[in-house]
């Protein structure tokens, strides 16, 4: 029976709270907020939904989606339909529903500030209210933002995106995910049970606020959105490379980093809810067993290995060209043209499709340009720079 301390409350401090509780520690849950309206898009994707059934079982609002609309730089669109839904929650619905499931699992959940830590000693330290307390370990889930990192290096510029976004009352059925000219990110509309989410996320190391804002307003004149009503939001939003998954430490003898802490999200899709929640699962779990050391290896089986490969990729998917036309228009075209690939493309979209065993599924299912399409992107031992074919064209 451990006292077991976690900073933040959102879904990854709330899961692994609740796995804690659940094996007889006493668990601290402290959120300068509690439930609210975290800067997000809120969607969850089948594989999310599959490994915690109760983020559809459960009387709480919520919206299922099963359209994608992909519209190109070019302004060309295709349309897929999911087998699979991705569900949608307002952050403030879902992390209301995360903590009442760690409270009803034994948790003592507190609105705070946590000012410090200090894991320097046997015993972790934090400090509430000019007053140091200890604990048996500290768990840090605090997001993308906070600044309480004890022995390892905060995330930097190349390591994180810039967002910023909308909340609009008005009422859809379909994601919208728009691709914009030599820019790393892209812009999104997610439908919620009252209002849209609508926002832009690029990297921070090639773009600026501004440079996002006069993206995101032609989007919004375009589409015809009012955002008279709206509430503006800008967050960062982790984007790691190789090395920030390989190499950054996430665990110590007395203290761990889940979800966005951790920088446990993929780089290409910018999805972090489902990493969130599977690491502060597979950590409570860990620490439960008396083994946090595991809590690395777990999180290696169980997704860090698919995010490293979408880092490989990004730049490709995001900088690429493929016969003289940027991958992201022509993935447009293509889906346009091709039913199997929409269906393929569908299911990488509701998460039941992951990367690394996408060119095995490709190869003799799809014609010869667009298993070349495919695997040009997927290739990771290429560069991701242009290189001259004997035939003149570039191919990057
Ligand atoms: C604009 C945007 C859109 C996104 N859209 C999606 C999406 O559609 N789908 C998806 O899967 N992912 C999305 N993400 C990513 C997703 O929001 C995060 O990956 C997820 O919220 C991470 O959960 P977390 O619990 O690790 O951190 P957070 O949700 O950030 O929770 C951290 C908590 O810690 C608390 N806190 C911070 N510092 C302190 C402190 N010092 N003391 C006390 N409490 C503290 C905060 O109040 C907060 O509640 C999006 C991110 C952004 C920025």
Redesign the pocket.
Known sequence: MAEIVI???????AMCGEQLARSGNTVHI????LA?E???????THKAIQRFPFLLDNPYPKKLIHSIELIASNEQRAKLEMRNPIVIYSRMVL?GLLLERAQNAGCQIHR????AVDTSGEKPRYSIEGEWRTADFLVL??????Q?LPETRPLQRDELEI?Q?YFIPQAADSIIIKFLPHFDGYIWS?PRCDHLSV?I?GSMASHNQTELRTHLQTFIGKQRLSTEAARF?S???PSPQVPTLSQRTVVGKNWAL????AAF?DPLT???????MRSGELLGKAIAEGNPEMYTDWVRAAFSCELEFAARIVRRFYRGSFLGTAVTTRMVQFLRRSTIFRQIMADIFSGTQDYTTLKQRVVGHLGMTLSDFVTSVLNVDSPAIAKPRPDGVTVR
């Open positions: 900073v933040g409350g959102g879904p990854s401090g402290f959120d300068e907020h609210w975290k800067p997000c898009g809120g969607g969850l992390n705070s500030h946590v000012v889930a605090a997001g993308a933002r906070n309480l967002t976004g997610f926002g996320c939001y967050h960062v939003l889940v979800g966005d802490a999200v910018g999805e972090g809810l489902f990493y969130a």
